[in-house]
C-alpha cells in the first residue's frame, strides 16, 4: 500500500471515528488548532535560532583555528580540523536548538528508530554542508573578481546561508511523522500543516 494511499485509509478511520463522538471532534480540532499555532511560532523563531546557532559555530570556529595555531598547527590543517569541529556542533545546535520542534514525534518511536533518524539527518546534514561549502567557494572565487574580497565573502555567504537554511530546514529536519503499524520506516517526513 503506498504511503499517500495509507495516509488516506487512516485519515478516513479518524473521520469516521470523530464523526461518531461529537466531543472528541472538539478536543481534536482544539488539539490541531494548539499544534498549529505552536508550528507557527517555531516557523517564525527560526531563522533567527539559525542565525544564532550557526554565529556561535563560527565563533567556535574561529576559537578552535586560533588554538590550534598557537599549539603549532599549520594554517590550512589547523582551518580543516577547526571547520570540521564546527560543523559537528553546527549540526547539534540545529538538532537541539534551531529545529528542536522536528523531533516531537520521532520521540514516540523506538530507540532504534530514533538513532536511525539521527544518522539519517547527521548524513543529509553533512552533505548539505558540503554542497553549500563548495557553492561558496564557486561563488566567492566569481565575486572576488569583480568587488572587494571582503565584500565579496560578506554578500556571498549571506546568500548560501539562505540556501543552506532552505536545504536544512526542507530536507534535513523535516517533522517526522509517527509510524504507523505497517510503515517500512520511521523516516518519513510530516507533510506541512497548511493554515488557512
Known amino acids: 500500500m503506498s504511503a499517500t494511499l495509507l ?4 485519515e478516513s478511520q479518524r473521520l469516521a471515528k470523530e464523526a461518531s463522538n461529537p466531543a472528541d471532534t472538539i478536543d481534536s480540532t482544539q488539539a490541531h488548532a494548539g499544534r498549529v499555532a505552536a508550528a507557527s511560532r517555531a516557523t517564525t523563531a527560526r531563522p ?3 542565525m544564532l546557532a550557526g554565529g556561535a559555530a563560527t565563533l567556535a570556529q574561529l576559537a578552535t583555528l586560533s588554538m590550534l ?3 603549532g598547527w599549520e594554517e590550512v590543517p589547523a582551518n580543516a580540523a577547526a571547520l570540521l569541529f564546527s560543523t559537528q556542533l553546527n549540526f547539534l545546535f540545529s538538532a537541539t536548538f534551531t529545529w528542536r520542534d522536528s523531533w516531537n514525534v ?3 518511536n523506538t530507540w532504534r528508530q530514533r538513532a536511525q533518524l539521527i544518522i539519517q539527518r547527521w548524513l543529509r546534514f553533512m552533505a548539505a554542508i558540503s554542497a553549500t561549502l563548495a557553492l561558496n567557494e564557486a561563488l566567492y572565487s566569481v565575486a572576488q573578481r569583480v568587488m572587494q574580497p571582503l565584500l565579496a565573502a560578506v554578500l556571498v555567504s549571506a546568500a ?3 540556501v543552506n537554511f532552505a536545504l536544512i530546514d526542507r530536507f534535513i529536519f523535516a517533522r517526522a511523522r509517527r509510524v504507523q503499524p505497517g510503515t517500512p520506516s520511521a523516516l518519513v517526513p510530516a ?3 497548511r493554515t488557512s
Open 7 to 10: 495516509d488516506q485509509t487512516m
Open 48 to 50: 533567527v535560532r539559525f
Open 69 to 71: 595555531i598557537r599549539l
Open 106 to 108: 520521532a520521540r514516540e
Open 160 to 162: 548560501v546561508a539562505v
Open 191 to 193: 507533510r506541512k500543516e
